[in-house]
């Protein structure tokens, strides 16, 4: 299923600018693995080696933080929306 | 002479150029000041600090400034009080009051932050500072830049004690109010530190900001003639302090100047915004947010805390605990340091005695090792929590007999002259 994903300013280079882009899947993790094919060097911004979300990056789903649900393999529906958003803002803006 | 080494990202190890820069860009994570304690070991001796003025720069060389220090130069070495009749009260051998309720300029020990912060930024070419405050912090930015003869903007939610905003106010700079939480107005501050590029002391000056906490941890330990407590009580808002107290042991540790560290590090909240206490209770690394703080301690109601991932960890890794505590027990506890030491502290140092109180009396503290207990702010600056909780005085006329009933009236016999 596709899914909406809204990119935080400092992963849009990654995508070309864009601060929202589509990709699939099932559940959080695959929709990683599949901006990962379409942005590559994505994946490796939001999680560890071992693919464990990064500490300070926090995703939510319709508004709520995905740790406090199922973490990457929480399951995605229809019309859900996905923000990566890094847990200290900032940065150069 | 500088010892500080580079910015360095606490989660990935990356490196940054000592400037005003706060997150990875690689990982996200915060960045941290790296020193050289190599050559910091070569120059600074037990000995040279204590030759020093007493003031928090003694220690100048664990402090993240290339020149010497333009503001703040006064700040710190507030007393470590041995507090014997509140150890009487709580039945334990041996307990301090680190009190910086009486440091200067602003009465809390954001003067220690700040100080290191404003310092830093100037070196950097800030002319503007600017913060996110729950009223203390506010107070400190607002007072340190107008003596370094910089402009100012404070953000504070609006609905702050009326003390910590006319504290604020009176140094002439800007202060604006939020109509929100801490937790929204730090949101609108990074959005603004990125758009007009201030020194936010709390935001892009923070890797530099949170290094003055250390100073707090250092004092204590050479106020104890170079010994680490056995155990140390701390408040927790963003939860910097605490790891930063713990950071200066450490470092202490490493220049030789006392032993291994065994310090058991205990934090305490106020039950209406225990993010980081709860998170210590489960047993998990996961800080759930508090969307509603709800307390009388404002300045320690931050439910989104930067640093709980880390303050949480200190606890569990130093073998400490945490505790949280009610309103009731937050002015129970300000009286208690009051009536016992005459030690007048803000709400937050009742949250801090409340939760040392319940963690000796669940045996997490033992009553035969040494406690101290960290007052970071003034009561002064909270008296809206105490009202209606103590008594009024005694109106009468000025007339003699009226205070003769008076005394009758209480019950206590006095030795009157004939
Ligand atoms: C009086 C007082 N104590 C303790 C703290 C906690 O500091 P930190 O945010 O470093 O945990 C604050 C923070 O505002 C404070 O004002
Ligand atoms: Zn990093």
Known sequence: MSIKVRIPTPLRKLTNGSDEVSATGRNVGEIIEDLEKAYPGLKERICEGDGKLRRFVNIYLNDEDIRFKNNLETELKENDELSIIPAIAGGAA | ?418
Not at chain 2, 174 to 187: A, L, Q
Not at chain 2, 324 to 330: G, P
Not at chain 2, 333 to 344: H, N, V
């Open chain 2, 1 to 418: 002479m500088s010892y500080m080494k580079a910015l360095k990202c606490r989660e990935c190890g990356k490196e940054y150029p000592k400037e005003a820069l706060h997150v990875c860009e690689l990982c996200f994570g915060p960045l941290e000041v790296a020193y050289e304690y190599e050559k910091i070991k070569g120059v600074l001796t037990r000995e040279v600090i204590e030759k020093r003025a007493p003031n928090m720069w003694r220690y100048k060389e664990l402090l993240p400034i290339d020149g010497e220090p333009t503001v703040g130069a006064q700040v710190g070495y507030t007393p470590l009080v041995k507090a014997d009749n509140l150890a009487k009260a709580l039945g334990v051998k041996e307990i301090y009051i680190k009190n910086d309720a009486v440091n200067y300029p602003t009465l809390s020990f954001k003067d220690r932050v700040v100080s290191v912060a404003l310092s830093r930024a100037r070196e950097l070419g800030f002319k503007i500072a600017a913060c996110a405050s729950t009223g203390n912090l506010a107070n400190s930015v607002a007072a340190n830049a107008a003596a370094a003869g910089m402009e100012s903007f404070v953000f504070i939610p609006s609905d702050l004690e009326q003390t910590k905003i006319v504290g604020t106010l009176v140094y002439g700079g800007t202060v604006v109010g939020i109509k929100g939480t801490y937790d929204e107005v730090n949101r609108l501050c990074s959005e603004i530190a990125g758009k007009y590029g201030w020194a936010f002391v709390n935001i892009n000056i923070r890797p530099y900001y949170a290094e003055g906490s250390k100073t707090f941890g250092y004092e204590i330990a050479e106020q104890l003639g170079w010994k680490l407590p056995q155990n140390i009580v701390v408040p927790m808002a963003g939860g910097s302090l605490i790891t930063k107290i713990h950071k200066a042991f450490k470092e202490l540790s490493i220049l030789g100047f006392v032993g291994p560290v065994t310090t058991k590090v205990f934090g305490a909240q106020a039950a209406g915004c225990s993010p980081i206490i709860n998170a210590v209770k489960e047993g998990t690394e996961l800080i759930r947010p508090v969307n509603k703080p709800n307390t009388i301690a404002k300045s320690l109601a931050i439910g989104n805390p930067a640093d709980g991932y880390y303050s949480a960890k200190v606890m569990r890794e130093s073998g400490g605990w945490g505790e949280n505590v009610t309103d009731e027990e937050i002015i129970d506890s300000m009286k208690l340091l009051a009536e016992t030491e005459g030690i007048f502290a803000e709400t937050a140092g009742g949250v801090t005695l409340g939760s040392a109180r319940k963690l000796i009396d669940s045996g997490r503290i033992s009553r035969d090792e040494s406690i101290v207990v960290c007052v970071t702010g003034n009561g002064l600056k909270t008296q809206e929590a105490l009202a209606g909780k103590i008594n009024p005085p005694t109106i009468i006329n000025a007339r003699l007999q009226e205070f003769d009933d008076l005394v009758k009236a209480g019950g206590k016999e006095y030795a009157v002259r004939a």
